[in-house]
């Protein structure tokens, strides 16, 4: 092929059949295989370039571009000009030791978000040698064959050959927010972008019907990738939670200078020197400064995330991490979500009979009864018309894996193949029969999938129609009986199989047909509108994940409310949602008229509320039926409005505003279309609703790591800052100095706080109600832990270097006693914040070896600071005697034992 500029990028205006000329390719064939991947080698992968984001220089420095560092420069900066080359070198390396931790942790965890992203990669039905095959969307190369269906993701530029009713959202293109009809036709060459009705454009959705299509550019070539900026940005870190970090640190800054100038001015009108209080406002600047509150944040979310990709659950947005504590109400798909996706034919009716298929799962093994009698099912011809329309109107595929069966494809198509098999017929001997002329794809408005055959043994042309007993129904004028002779519908008698199917939690699928004439080889929606024939049910059942049984049971343990929506029939629903134990005592017919308690609801029902009925209806039923996607987007908001945090799950076209306005957009990984996957907010990589109640389990755990941070490290700052404020009020020398200040806070935040990041969950996270949203960082009783520890580790190491003091103790090993104290408080304290309401014995003592690790190096650095010669010349401290180290732990031990008092009062008195 041809790569010169002779080949025009104005594919809108030339007629397809030249756009194929000029590439070199026939629309049946397609593209070989060596002309792909020589194509490949002059064109490069179907991919754009990444957008640049912050180079490694820019996010190092960002590390520093926080209210509280600036606090620590400066003070660094100004103790270097006073020639305390000790305590500025201390400063500054405790800056840069900081930075550091947080640029390796922020790119690693940006690294690990690039590679979860590229593991949702974009796949593309191509034609090749004139074989369909599914290929990687980068592999697309100018000249392939491309196949679209409704919900898809257009993986490059296409110039139409072929469409049925194509409907594109453009909206990432262009901005028109309505979805454009598509045509094959040449058009002027001045047309603008958005009229281009024969061009879809990469990075466009599918919302409705299909096409064939010539690639005719790719990656950066592509109108998407002119003007990248657009569509591609760079992924950050910032949360809702962290942001509320943000303010409170510059609210802390002010807060923490406020408090350095007052010591200042208190200490200078004092008389004491004006270098002297300056180092003493350093000190208390550096001491109520958290430096490790950054890094602790990054590699908290960084390993929640990580935890939940591996439990199968790829985080798409980062807020998502946190909303997923908060989540009150999980809005889910029944099919293949709550349930286990292996759908079985057990019941047929048709010709006015019903017909009992034994048999379970995909192996094509079983018997037809009838009255409890086995029977041939050939001696049936309506049974076996109804079973040749489940056979034929299927695209899926029955293939033997060794000893097993899959199916590739719908499993609702799977186990209409089963049945056939089980009658004998086989999908390639139907093929030859009954070749395939034409067909429409199911869409969720339509409600029923058509193809047209033409039977070659009466030489004439059927349509086959499988879809909802509505849809179906309401089409159809006759029916057969028994020997395929035409007699009149009797819809009551449907209904009321279906009634019986639906009441054993069946889903039911009705089938009919129309003959067409022979010059008809198109089927078109207009031509199904009316007067066809009704060829039977088929009844099958998709049981219930065992794991969903047990992930709705922790759910509602949680105070997690489960809702159902299904758009199958309402007694199905009502039978699988007995079985997952979602049916409860409800006041919908008290309160609204509107049903018996406990009974689903369907969207006819719904759509007849007016708005405030509606609310009141949502908090109450927790099952819905014959839903509509578009119907899950007022559902989210009638929950929303009264106040609930919402999960809501979804995999169709339809379904993505839904999951856009969901606080927590959840999209199935294996089943859903890349329109969902856009949309969510979290991606499912096993379709499993266990895997959302473990994200939210997750999301629980990654809060209260976050939160137990925090809580540790907050009352060491207030004391730090208190005992200094206290020494200078007092008019007494600095128990602590600005170094050892630095040392106390990176040290013990590295090796003991940034541990708790590690922690398991609690074993009553999911046994406790949701977290409210509007709920403060802090609540009343966390803010009087800090106070209560803050205020002893005051007292004790204020008191013990006095007590130093006055044995005649010198005033570096004064300071080394109320160093040590602090250091063995954090320590002991450590242990109670392994858990925020029990103790350490709840979560089990030896549950987090990298604490245990981080403790025990944290004691060994603590002795080399008090005995080894070098750190005494550096800190400024002097070995203590046993007398000293008992005085200190007991003052460690009280505060363990007094927060594990205030733990037990809290959980028996107090609730906030």
């Known amino acids: 092929m041809s790569t010169d500029e002779s080949i025009p990028r104005d594919w809108h205006a030339i007629e397809s059949k030249q756009a194929l000329e000029l590439l070199q390719v026939e629309p049946a064939r397609g593209l070989t295989d060596i002309e792909a991947v020589s194509r490949l080698d002059v064109h490069g992968y179907n991919r754009l370039a990444p957008r640049k984001g912050k180079s490694p220089w820019l996010l190092f420095l960002l590390q520093f571009h926080q209210p509280l560092i600036y606090i620590l420069l400066v003070s660094g900066s100004v103790t270097a000009f006073l020639e305390e080359w000790v305590d500025s070198g201390v400063i500054f390396g405790v800056v840069l030791v900081n930075a550091v931790i947080g640029f390796i942790q922020e790119a690693n965890a940006l690294k690990a978000i690039e590679a979860l992203s590229r593991s949702l990669s974009v796949s593309a039905t191509v034609i090749r040698s004139g074989v369909r095959h599914v290929v990687p969307a980068t592999e697309l190369v100018p000249g392939d064959i491309v196949s679209l269906h409704s919900g898809d993701k257009v993986p490059a530029d296409l110039r139409l050959l072929r469409v049925r009713e194509l409907q594109i959202d453009e909206s990432a293109l262009t901005g028109e927010s309505v979805p454009v009809e598509k045509r094959t036709v040449a058009l002027p060459v001045d047309t603008q972008l958005a009229d281009r009705g024969n061009m879809v454009y990469s990075s466009t959705l599918v919302t409705y019907g299909t096409a064939l299509g010539l690639v005719v550019e790719t990656g950066d070539r592509t109108e998407i990738g002119r003007i990248n900026q657009m569509i591609a940005t760079a992924q950050t870190l910032e949360t809702p939670l962290t942001q509320k970090i943000s303010r409170f640190s510059l609210i802390l800054m002010w807060v923490i200078l406020g408090f350095a100038a007052i010591t200042f001015l208190v200490g200078w009108l004092r008389g004491e020197s004006a270098l002297e209080m300056f180092m003493a406002a350093v000190a208390l600047a550096v001491g109520a400064i958290p430096e490790g509150l950054p890094a602790a944040l990054t590699i908290t979310l960084a390993i929640g995330v990580s935890r939940m990709a591996k439990r199968n659950a790829i985080i798409r947005k980062l807020p998502a991490v946190e909303t997923l504590g908060s989540t009150t109400v999980i809005c889910s798909d029944k099919t293949g979500t709550l349930t286990q996706n292996q759908m079985t034919v057990l019941a047929v009716y048709a010709g006015g009979d019903h017909f009992e298929i034994t048999g379970g799962g995909y192996a094509p093994e079983g018997e037809f009864l009838q009255d409890g009698r086995t029977l041939d099912p050939g001696r049936h011809p309506t049974l076996m018309e109804c079973l040749r329309a489940g056979l034929l109107c299927n695209d899926a595929r029955l293939v033997a894996d060794g000893d097993d069966w899959r199916i590739e494809g719908d499993p609702t198509e799977g186990a209409l193949l089963v049945a056939s098999r089980k009658a004998g017929m086989h999908e390639l001997d139907a093929g030859e029969t009954h070749p395939r002329l034409d067909t429409l794809p199911f869409e969720s408005q339509h409600q029923f999938m058509a193809t047209l055959h033409h039977n070659r043994a009466q030489d004439a042309r059927h349509v086959y129609l499988k879809g909802s007993v509505e849809s179906i129904l309401s089409r159809c004028d006759a029916a057969f009986d028994g020997d395929l002779n035409r007699v009149t519908l009797d819809s009551a008698t449907i209904h009321r199989q279906v009634e019986d199917l639906a009441a054993r939690g069946l889903r039911v699928l009705a089938f009919a047909r129309t003959d067409r004439p022979h010059q008809d080889d198109t089927v078109e929606h207009h031509k199904l509108q009316d007067g066809l024939i009704f060829l039977g049910l088929q009844g099958m059942i998709d049981p219930p994940r065992p794991e969903a049984m047990q992930a709705v049971a ?95 799950t979804g995999d169709g076209v339809n379904d993505a505003p839904a999951l856009r306005r969901a606080d927590i957009g959840v999209a199935m990984g294996k089943a859903g279309t890349e329109v969902a996957k856009e949309a969510a907010a979290m991606v499912l990589t096993d379709d499993n609703f266990a895997t959302i109640v473990a994200a939210v389990e997750e999301g629980r755990g990654v809060f209260d790591n976050l939160m137990k941070f925090i809580i540790w490290t907050l009352p060491t700052n207030v004391g730090e800052g208190l005992v200094i404020m206290a020494a200078v009020f007092a008019g007494v020398a600095l128990p602590i100095l600005p170094v050892q200040i630095l040392w106390i806070n990176m040290s013990t935040a590295v090796l003991l706080g940034l541990m708790l990041a590690f922690e398991n969950k609690e074993p009553e996270i999911m046994r406790r109600p949701p977290r409210e949203p509007s709920q403060p960082l802090l609540t009343r009783r966390l803010i009087f832990r800090i106070v209560l520890v803050g205020t002893l580790m005051l007292a004790g190491a204020f008191g013990l270097f006095e007590w130093a003091l006055t044995h005649d103790e010198s005033l570096a090993r004064a300071r080394t006693v109320a160093v040590n104290v602090f250091v063995f408080c954090e320590l002991f304290y450590l242990f109670n914040c392994r858990s925020l309401d029990y103790s350490m014995f709840k979560v089990g003592v030896f549950s987090n070896a990298w604490l245990l690790a981080g403790v025990s190096t944290m004691i060994l650095l603590q002795l080399a600071f008090t005995y080894w010669h070098p750190m005494n010349r550096w800190f400024g401290s002097e070995p203590i005697g046993p007398e000293e180290w008992m005085a200190t732990l007991a003052v460690a031990a009280t505060i363990y034992a007094a927060v594990g008092l205030e733990k037990w009062i809290g959980r028996r008195f107090m609730k906030t």
């Open 554 to 648: 922790a759910c509602q343990a949680a105070g997690i409310r489960v809702k159902m929506i299904t758009g199958d029939h309402p007694a199905t629903a009502l039978a699988i949602a007995r079985k997952l134990g979602l049916v409860r005592a409800g006041r919908l017919h008290r309160l609204f008229g509107i049903s018996p308690v406990g009974r689903a609801l369907t969207g006819a029902q719904l759509s007849a509320l007016d708005e405030e009925a509606y609310r009141g209806v949502v908090e109450e039923c927790d099952i819905y039926a014959r839903v509509a996607p578009e119907q899950k987007l007022n559902l989210v908001r009638a929950l929303q409005a009264r106040g609930h945090v919402v999960a809501m």
